[in-house]
C-alpha cells in the first residue's frame, strides 16, 4: 500500500512537472525568447486557421497530413540516397523519434482525467452561481459581457475570434514589453474606475441583496 501511495505521488509529481514544463515553453514561444521557433509557431498557428476559415476541416487536415509526409518522404529518400552513394550505414535518419515513448501511461490519463474533473466541477459551481444569481452584482457583470459577445457574435464568426486571438496571442507581449510604462498606468486607472463603479452600483442596491464582504 506504501509502495502503491509512492508511486502515485510520485506520478503526480511528474505529471505536475511535465505540465509545468509545457506552459514555460509555451510562454517562451509567445514572448519570443527564441525567434525562429516564435514565428515558425506564430506562422503555422495562424496558416492553420486561415485555413480552417476558408475550408473544411477535413480538407486541412488532409492537405496538412500531405505537406508532412512530403517533407518526411523526400528526406527520408534523400537520406537514403546519401547513405548508398557514401556506402554508409546511418540508419533509419528518424531512428530518435521513432524510438521515443509517445504512449499515454494509465497514470497520465488518470491525471489527466482528475485535471479535467476538478476544472469542471468549479465551472459547473461558478455556472451555477451566476445563473442563480448567488451575488447580484456578479451576475451583472455576466449579462453584461453577454450583451456585449451578442455584438462581437454578429460581426465575427468562431473562427475569425480564434484568428484574431492568436495575432494578439503573439502580438501584445511585444507591445507590453515595448510600452509597459505607458500600459500599466493605463490599465490601473481602469481598474479604479471599474471598482468605482461597481461600488457605486453596488450601495445603490437594497441591503438584503448587498453583496455580502468576507471578514
Known sequence: MADSTALSASS????????????SSALELIYWRETLKSAAGFGLSLLVLVSLA????????????LALLCVTITFRVYKSVVQAVRKSDDGHPFKSLL????????????????QVRVHLNRLLVHTRRLLLVEDLVDSL?????????????AVFNGITVLI????????????????????DR????ARSK???TVDRLQDMLPGSIKRTKAA
Open 186 to 189: 493605463r490599465v490601473e486607472l
Open 54 to 65: 476558408t475550408l473544411s476541416v477535413i480538407s486541412v487536415v488532409s492537405y496538412l497530413t
Open 164 to 183: 484574431l486571438a492568436d495575432i494578439i496571442c503573439f502580438t501584445s507581449p511585444l507591445v507590453y514589453q515595448k510600452y509597459k510604462t505607458q500600459i
Open 194 to 196: 471599474l471598482k468605482e
Open 99 to 114: 524510438e521515443r515513448d509517445v504512449c499515454v501511461t494509465p497514470e497520465s490519463s488518470r491525471w489527466a482525467a482528475d
Open 141 to 153: 457583470k455576466l449579462a453584461g459581457g453577454m450583451w456585449l459577445m451578442t455584438y462581437i457574435g
Open 12 to 23: 503526480s509529481s511528474s505529471n505536475s512537472s511535465s505540465l509545468k514544463c509545457f506552459m
